[in-house]
T-cell receptor, first 110, second 114 residues
Framework: LAKTTQPISMDSYEGQEVNITCSHN???????ITWYQQFPSQGPRFIIQ???TKVTNEVASLFIPADRKSSTLSLPRVSLSDTAVYYC???????????FGTGTRLKVLA | NAGVTQTPKFRVLKTGQSMTLLCAQD?????MYWYRQDPGMGLRLIHY???????AKGEVPDGYNVSRLKKQNFLLGLESAAPSQTSVYFC?????????????FGAGTRLSVL
């Protein structure tokens, strides 16, 4: 399973766009990149998943360059309620094991 | 739609006691997982199941046992609790759509072992 590296923490202000980058240098051909969000005292919640280029949904965008050795989660116009821990996972297609790193603690300030 | 339900939400045990954590899902998912999360850490996989009657070890299986007698339930047992097992336990079930995997988590069980 590919190991991921993320910044430990980030601060932002309300209304700003936040970009969290994840490094996964040994990603394999059939691996997918997935991001989860976790609020205090709650289980993680799926945000977005992608394989290459750009994926967008109603809450975030995921940018994956051609070499796929990194990915960037983009949260547009964050609010205080986006304060959470964000986890980047590399998931091998057809595998059953998932490895969560320590994640990125995002704090949104007023 | 309840999703993934964990019981109990909180529990305090004495060293050496046993207990069972229950995870129930109503989404008809085949895959179910048990994780533990220690303060300031990410989740670590304890055991998982890819279908009724099957279980497998994850990253940190020692001291735990599991059973998946029914598709909708995944039980995590601690035979002889130790203080090192003080943690928050999360259960998840997985929706697979082709290559896409989405984990749905329960609210967690906070366990303290004294």
């Amino acid at each position: 399973l590919a190991k991921t590296t993320q910044p430990i923490s980030m601060d932002s202000y309300e209304g700003q766009e936040v970009n969290i980058t994840c490094s996964h240098n040994n990603i394999a051909t059939n691996d997918y990149i997935t991001w989860y969000q976790q609020f205090p005292s709650q289980g993680p919640r799926f945000i977005i998943q992608g394989y290459k280029t750009k994926v967008t949904n109603e809450v975030a965008s995921l940018f994956i360059p051609a070499d796929r050795k990194s990915s960037t989660l983009s949260l547009p116009r964050v609010s205080l309620s986006d304060t959470a821990v964000y986890y980047c996972l590399v998931v091998k297609g057809g595998t059953y094991k998932y490895i969560f790193g320590t994640g990125t603690r995002l704090k949104v300030l007023a | 739609n309840a999703g993934v339900t964990q019981t109990p939400k909180f529990r305090v045990l004495k060293t050496g006691q046993s207990m069972t954590l229950l995870c129930a899902q109503d989404m008809n998912h085949e895959y179910m997982y048990w994780y533990r999360q220690d303060p300031g850490m990410g989740l670590r996989l304890i055991h998982y199941s890819v279908g009724e009657g099957t279980t497998a070890k994850g990253e940190v299986p020692d001291g735990y046992n599991v059973s998946r007698l029914k598709k909708q339930n995944f039980l995590l047992g601690l035979e002889s609790a130790a203080p090192s097992q003080t943690s928050v336990y999360f259960c998840a079930s997985i929706k697979k759509e082709g290559q896409k995997n989405i984990q749905y988590f329960g609210a967690g069980t906070r366990l303290s072992v004294l």
